[in-house]
């Protein structure tokens, strides 16, 4: 491949500039200025970033285009991801600011990963070479494994963190060698060229191949945490700073079925029945493993960690179809699954303290009598979790069941849907904790700053919004993978 760099390429990225812009303004801010508002600058550079990244994301829109010798692509798929990464950027830097100062998170450091993961997630989201993807995966990945374990003081954290660390490596060491494997059948690094030549040599039937296909599932398993790559899961969410928490839970997971949607849909499309009978197992087992092991939990952080695993089972029932067109249910699913888990993950951390986190579930006993505001708005995502109309999880759900249904996947819905009954139970026991169970001790006020309200408002508005009306971003979602087509 001849590289080539050419200057207009560089207007085209402006949101990947804005955010590494920002990200590197954020150490030097913290390098030199003053120490009296601990983690206030870096979050407020953290909100106009973002924000000023999501406007030039915007604005391009439609636009389609191939840069930098075809290594990356600006399209609609692109976009629609970005989007999501930089809300999802916006209000977890909003539940931060208060969290950093109460917590005493380096707030320098703290802001400037989360911009950089941040970066690594958008990169991803437009490669269209293993090489780029490969890049994005590593800036995301390794920006996440620091995060988790700034927690001062904290064992869980550091164990979090080299846990994570860990395991990763290995998932990190299954993708690249399966790209490597598909490098080494096909000749090719770019996913359209791959889909080319594979097709032309029929590499279905290439055991090289298929085994560079195979370990790029366990790849892409890991990151978006599917049965049997989600051991990490419970004990990295329960032991990482919760803002990071709900950021892996939501851009990480967003970005790993981006990228894995891309290259699937792209690359290995034409070979549809050697995988999509692979992942209909590991669908059912992820929907599966994730409730059952979500039913006997009484930490909030963990609940909600298994809760993510059933989740991802559920995206993948519509992923199995392999319907070009539907495939646009798991754009929607995962916008309405953000909102979800920002506001979820918000009241955790609200009642919390220095030094008590407080995540356990008799630590919401009688929390509707003491602050109706909080309980009211947990108990909108977790109708929304379970599925209850009219919120978005329910719109979501129906969409991605209607997919397999559809496709003739008649008993994959069937089980998805079991599965979702048996959510409610562990969903619905929150609920009966903070309505007819007395407290067990007196937690006192819980923190109502601003950026908490913020987010958990802003969180019910558009759960309400995309389950009554969903034609809008539905529409946009279609567009998007419109590429695949």
């Known amino acids: 491949m001849n590289f080539a760099l050419s200057l207009p390429d560089f207007e085209w ?74 809300v999802i950027l ?22 400037a990963l989360l911009d950089f993961a941040a970066l690594g997630m958008m990169v991803m989201v437009s490669s269209t070479s293993f090489v780029t993807i490969f890049i994005g995966l590593e800036v995301m ?7 988790c374990g700034l927690l001062k003081g904290q064992v869980r954290a550091l164990e979090s963190s080299f846990k994570y660390f860990l395991l990763g490596s290995f998932a990190t060491a299954f993708l690249l060698y399966g790209m490597a494997l598909i490098f080494a059948s096909s000749g090719a690094i770019d996913i359209r060229m791959v889909r080319t030549v594979a097709s032309a040599r029929n590499l279905g039937v290439d055991p090289v191949f298929l085994t560079g296909m195979a370990l790029l599932i366990v790849g892409f398993g890991f990151k978006t945490a599917s049965v049997p790559f989600h051991m990490w899961t419970p004990d990295v969410y329960e032991g990482a700073p919760t803002p990071v928490t709900v950021f892996m839970a939501t851009g990480v997971k967003a ?16 070979f549809i029945g050697s995988w999509s009978s692979v992942l209909w197992f590991i669908a059912v087992l992820t929907m599966c493993a994730g409730n059952i092991a979500a039913l006997g939990q009484n930490n909030m952080k963990r609940l909600l960690a298994y809760s993510s695993i059933a989740h991802a089972g559920y995206i993948l029932v519509a992923f199995v179809t392999g319907d070009k067109v539907l495939s646009s249910s798991i754009l929607y699913y995962l916008l309405a699954y953000t909102f979800m888990n920002l506001g979820a993950f918000s009241v955790v951390i609200l009642l919390g303290r220095k030094g008590e986190a407080h995540e356990d579930i008799d630590s919401y006993a009688g929390l509707a009598g003491r602050h ?6 947990m108990t ?14 329910f719109t979501g759900k129906f969409y991605i069941f209607s997919d397999a249904i559809k496709g003739q996947y008649y008993w994959l819905a069937v089980i998805g849907m079991l599965n979702s009954a048996v959510a409610a139970y562990y969903y619905l026991r929150v609920l009966m904790y903070m309505y007819f169970k007395d407290p067990a001790k007196d937690l006192g006020e819980v ?25 809008d971003v539905l529409l946009l979602a279609q567009k998007s993978v419109a590429i695949f087509q």
């Open 13 to 86: 990225i402006l949101p990947e500039i804005t955010v590494t812009v920002f990200g590197l303004l954020i150490l030097l801010v913290d390098a030199f200025g003053r120490k009296k508002t601990p983690g206030v600058a870096g979050g407020v550079l953290t909100l106009i970033g973002s924000a000023l990244a999501f406007y030039f994301a915007m604005h391009f829109w439609g636009v389609r285009t191939s840069l930098f010798s075809g290594l990356y692509l600006i399209d609609g798929f692109g976009t629609f991801f970005k989007g999501i990464f930089l």
């Open 90 to 111: 916006f209000m977890v830097a909003l539940i931060s600011i208060p969290y950093t100062g109460r917590e005493e998170i380096v707030a320098g450091e703290y802001y």
């Open 141 to 147: 990945s390794l920006s996440i494994y620091i995060l």
């Open 255 to 270: 970005a790993a079925f981006a990228a894995f949607l891309r290259v699937f849909y792209t690359a290995f499309y034409p």
């Open 372 to 377: 109706p505001f909080v309980s009211l708005c």
């Open 380 to 393: 909108i995502f977790l109708l929304s979790l379970t599925g209850i109309p009219p919120l978005a999880g």
């Open 447 to 471: 923190d109502m700053s601003p950026g908490y309200v913020l987010v958990m408002l802003l969180s019910v508005g558009m759960l309400f919004y995309l389950g009554m009306f969903p034609r």
